[in-house]
């Protein structure tokens, strides 16, 4: 879980940082999922990893109050990634509002004769025009540009949002398994410290 979240993290870093860098610049309502989105999944594949280790330690040794701090960690973890997850599919509903005020403005502005971000929009996402091919197209429409922009740029970020909420949720569902496991193993650790408890006066008298 934590290699996948890790990969996901490099993949929102790395992939496609040109037309990513323009949405960036240019729609501010994106700029959380360019900045923040890399930075959440890295984090969290490192407290997976490093939960990891803790648990696979505590569990040999059978330490019940390191395994209660570790549930309760992975339990805060667990809520936080379903947190993020959501707010991912959350956003992605947002997104044609997004896309329909900010991008349709920065569109609308780039006037003739220097169309610069409408063309850079074009060649970036490889479409033309804006809700339609035929839509405000810029000067450099290509044969080969098959969709209008706002379809392009919606799959796209689309996307990204779909698929870190899906890697989030995954996750949380993985780490489900480990709550129950650590919560079993707190729990029969607790009984069997009470069976090697010393007797007590009243024990005693009974016997």
């Not at 879980?1 to 040109?18: F, I, R």
């Not at 540009?145 to 706002?150: G, L």
Request: hydrophobic share 50%.
């Amino acid at each position: 879980a934590g290699n996948g979240m890790l990969s996901m993290s490099m993949y929102l870093k790395y992939a496609n940082q040109e037309s990513h860098a323009f949405l960036e610049k240019h729609v501010p309502a994106l700029r959380e999922l360019f900045i923040f989105a890399p930075l959440v999944t890295l984090i969290f594949s490192l407290v997976i990893v490093s939960l990891g280790i803790f648990g696979y330690v505590i569990a040999a040794r059978k330490i019940r109050f390191l395994l209660i701090i570790y549930f309760s960690i992975l339990l805060v973890a667990w809520i936080a990634e379903l947190g993020v997850g959501f707010t991912a599919f959350g956003f992605r509903s947002n997104l044609k509002h997004i896309l329909d005020t900010q991008l349709a403005d920065v569109w609308n502005k780039s006037a003739p004769p220097l169309y610069s971000d409408r063309m850079e929009i074009q060649f970036l996402f490889a479409c033309c025009g804006f809700k339609t091919m035929d839509d405000n197209p810029g000067p450099d429409c290509r044969a080969e540009f098959k969709r209008p922009c706002f379809t392009a740029v919606e799959g796209r970020v689309g996307y990204l949002a779909d698929a870190a909420g899906i890697v989030m949720i995954v996750t949380a569902g993985l780490e489900l398994f480990a709550l129950i496991f650590s919560l079993g193993l707190c729990i029969g650790l607790g009984q069997d410290s009470g069976k090697d408890a010393p007797p007590t006066e009243q024990t005693e008298l009974l016997r």
